[in-house]
């Protein structure tokens, strides 16, 4: 600095320029620019992600409506197991095993028979029952809600979870 400066302007050099307000303007003008097309990007961000849990919102409504309808049919199912069943499988036994003890003479081979028959119809609904409770849970829901936990955790918010998932599945 030279002796007659004052401590507030700066030093300048012959080979440095000197901008003016007018040579300033374009500069700011394109960082307004940018932070409009920011401000835009991270509107368009929000409305996706508002898009997608309006979306997971939906699959959880359509997941359990299928919840409730499985959880109807197993119920039903148990009904009519309960009621229709003893009765028609009473009687099937019932004859079983008269006709066993009437070929065996035996109490213990018609006996044994008729609980062997039994068992076997039980472990057919019993599987019946598991396959229609294996149809009760919110497994997609569940898996969406982690992808966009898990987008939102990384940073990626401009990726859609949803064609990432269309796209694992073509591969």
């Known amino acids: 600095m030279h002796s ?12 440095q320029p000197i901008f003016s307000q007018a040579d300033q303007a374009p500069d700011q003008q394109q960082a307004l620019d940018q932070l409009a097309q920011l401000a835009a990007l991270g509107q368009s961000v929000q409305q996706a992600y508002e898009a997608q849990l309006k979306l997971t919102g939906q699959l959880a409504r359509a997941e359990w409506h299928l919840t409730e309808r499985s959880l ?44 062997l028959l039994q068992c076997g119809l039980l472990i057919c609904c019993w599987r019946s029952l598991g396959y229609l409770l294996s149809q009760v849970g919110f497994a997609n829901t569940l898996k969406q809600l982690k992808t966009l936990v898990s987008s939102a955790k990384a940073g990626n918010k401009n990726a859609d979870p949803l064609s990432r998932q269309t796209t694992a599945k073509k591969t």
């Open 4 to 15: 007659g400066d004052s401590p507030g302007t700066p030093e300048q050099h012959p080979d």
């Open 72 to 115: 109807t049919l197993a119920a039903a199912l148990v009904v009519c197991f309960g009621a229709g069943l003893i009765l028609l499988w009473g009687s099937i036994l019932t004859l079983v095993g008269y006709l066993l003890f009437q070929l065996s003479s035996s109490l213990l081979v018609t006996a044994l028979a008729l609980v």
